[in-house]
């Protein structure tokens, strides 16, 4: 059975939003998956320290750097900050910003398979007047779940890591079309997303 480490804080808006749409497309759609939970004030340095090495993917949200992603209680993963042990062997997603920068390749080189991340800001719009069910924010689902899929996909097991970039660039590009006249700037917003993504292997980039 996979074992999967969600770290999902909510300490802000981004993070509360993020969180609900990976609870919601990808937690609850794999339940006889083994699951271990970080989330609110449990996503911290080091229960991530004692639970990531027992685990296959890693699923993150949460502020972040070029050097680091942050949890809801301090930095949970910064370069030259943990142990192999943690990383080694795992399938790795960071839906955060600029982390895909330096922390990615780091991770790699610290025996990760794959990790994905994103190069610039992560960027979604949303409307608060979803504050008590973030996941059914319409606007925001055009930009989290694209994330989603690629998540999903890793859990699923697919190791096709190219093919699970492309898929989640078509979708992002695929809504950005769908409401370009109407909404120029959150088509221009997801085109950015789009081109920010990164996921990289052993071999190097993958995307």
Known sequence: MKKILFSLPAESLATRWASSFIKMNVVYTHLSAYRQYLVRRLSRRKLFELR????????????????????????ILAIDE??????????IYLLSCMAGQDLAPDLIRKGAKVVYGYSEDFVALINTK???????????????KPACTGM????????D?????????????????????????????????ADALVCYTVDGKCS
């Open 82 to 91: 943990y142990s192999d042990k943690e990383v080694s062997g795992k399938k």
């Open 161 to 193: 890591y190219k093919q699970i970039a492309d898929k989640q660039r078509e979708e992002f590009l695929r809504n950005a079309e769908r409401v370009r006249t109407e909404d120029p700037e959150a088509s221009a917003l997801m085109q950015h997303n």
């Open 152 to 159: 999903k996909m890793l859990v699923d097991g697919n190791e």
């Open 52 to 75: 990531a090495p027992q685990s296959d993917v890693i699923i993150a949200t949460g502020h972040g750097a070029t050097d680091r992603i942050a949890g809801q209680k301090g930095i």
């Open 130 to 144: 979803y504050f008590l069910t973030p996941f059914n924010d319409p606007a925001a689902g055009d930009f989290f």
